[in-house]
Protein backbone atom coordinates (compact mmCIF):
# COMPACT_ATOMS: atom_id res chain seq x y z
CA UNK A 1 0.00 0.00 0.00
CA UNK A 2 0.99 3.91 -1.00
CA UNK A 3 -0.06 6.73 0.25
CA UNK A 4 -1.73 7.22 -2.88
CA UNK A 5 -3.73 4.07 -2.12
CA UNK A 6 -5.13 5.57 0.68
CA UNK A 7 -4.57 9.30 1.09
CA UNK A 8 -6.95 10.00 3.69
CA UNK A 9 -4.91 7.57 6.51
CA UNK A 10 -1.74 9.06 5.36
CA UNK A 11 -0.37 12.38 6.19
CA UNK A 12 2.61 14.23 4.93
CA UNK A 13 5.01 14.28 7.89
CA UNK A 14 8.07 16.44 6.51
CA UNK A 15 9.83 17.26 3.71
CA UNK A 16 13.30 16.30 3.59
CA UNK A 17 15.70 18.79 1.33
CA UNK A 18 17.33 15.28 -0.40
CA UNK A 19 16.85 11.55 -0.50
CA UNK A 20 20.14 11.44 1.85
CA UNK A 21 18.13 13.06 4.30
CA UNK A 22 15.05 11.41 4.00
CA UNK A 23 16.56 7.68 4.06
CA UNK A 24 18.17 8.80 7.85
CA UNK A 25 14.55 9.67 8.73
CA UNK A 26 12.89 6.66 7.37
CA UNK A 27 15.76 4.48 8.55
CA UNK A 28 14.79 5.73 12.53
CA UNK A 29 11.54 6.20 12.19
CA UNK A 30 11.25 2.23 10.99
CA UNK A 31 13.29 1.43 13.85
CA UNK A 32 10.67 2.65 16.00
CA UNK A 33 7.66 0.80 13.98
CA UNK A 34 6.35 3.26 12.01
CA UNK A 35 5.81 2.73 8.64
CA UNK A 36 7.32 5.21 5.96
CA UNK A 37 6.76 6.36 2.02
CA UNK A 38 8.41 8.41 0.04
CA UNK A 39 6.63 10.36 -2.57
CA UNK A 40 8.13 12.45 -5.49
CA UNK A 41 11.58 10.65 -4.80
CA UNK A 42 11.77 9.84 -7.97
CA UNK A 43 13.79 12.85 -10.07
CA UNK A 44 15.96 12.92 -7.57
CA UNK A 45 16.97 9.33 -7.45
CA UNK A 46 16.77 9.39 -11.50
CA UNK A 47 18.32 12.65 -11.77
CA UNK A 48 21.10 12.48 -9.51
CA UNK A 49 20.18 16.08 -8.05
CA UNK A 50 21.26 16.52 -4.20
CA UNK A 51 20.11 19.96 -3.55
CA UNK A 52 17.27 22.59 -4.11
CA UNK A 53 13.78 22.20 -4.66
CA UNK A 54 13.83 18.95 -7.32
CA UNK A 55 15.61 17.13 -4.70
CA UNK A 56 13.00 17.78 -1.86
CA UNK A 57 11.79 14.25 -0.52
CA UNK A 58 8.07 13.51 0.96
CA UNK A 59 7.84 11.26 4.15
CA UNK A 60 4.09 10.31 4.66
CA UNK A 61 3.60 8.31 7.34
CA UNK A 62 -0.37 6.88 8.60
CA UNK A 63 -2.33 9.60 10.29
CA UNK A 64 -3.02 7.71 13.97
CA UNK A 65 1.31 7.54 13.82
CA UNK A 66 1.98 11.26 13.00
CA UNK A 67 2.22 12.86 16.50
CA UNK A 68 4.78 10.07 17.77
CA UNK A 69 6.64 10.29 14.55
CA UNK A 70 7.02 13.85 14.88
CA UNK A 71 8.29 13.65 18.27
CA UNK A 72 10.91 10.99 17.56
CA UNK A 73 12.39 12.63 14.33
CA UNK A 74 12.34 15.69 17.34
CA UNK A 75 14.24 13.70 20.19
CA UNK A 76 16.52 12.57 17.31
CA UNK A 77 18.25 16.15 16.74
CA UNK A 78 20.84 17.06 18.35
CA UNK A 79 22.14 20.11 19.30
CA UNK A 80 26.08 21.02 18.63
CA UNK A 81 28.03 21.42 21.42
CA UNK A 82 29.59 24.58 23.20
CA UNK A 83 32.87 24.65 22.02
CA UNK A 84 33.62 26.67 25.46
CA UNK A 85 32.21 23.24 27.45
CA UNK A 86 34.38 20.69 28.37
CA UNK A 87 33.04 17.42 27.25
Not at 5 to 25: I, N
Not at 40 to 55: N, W, Y
Amino acid sequence: MSPSDKSDTFVRLVTATSLVEADLWKAVLEASGIQVYYRQEGFAAVSGIMVGELAAVDLWVPREQAAEALRILQDERVEPADEDEPV
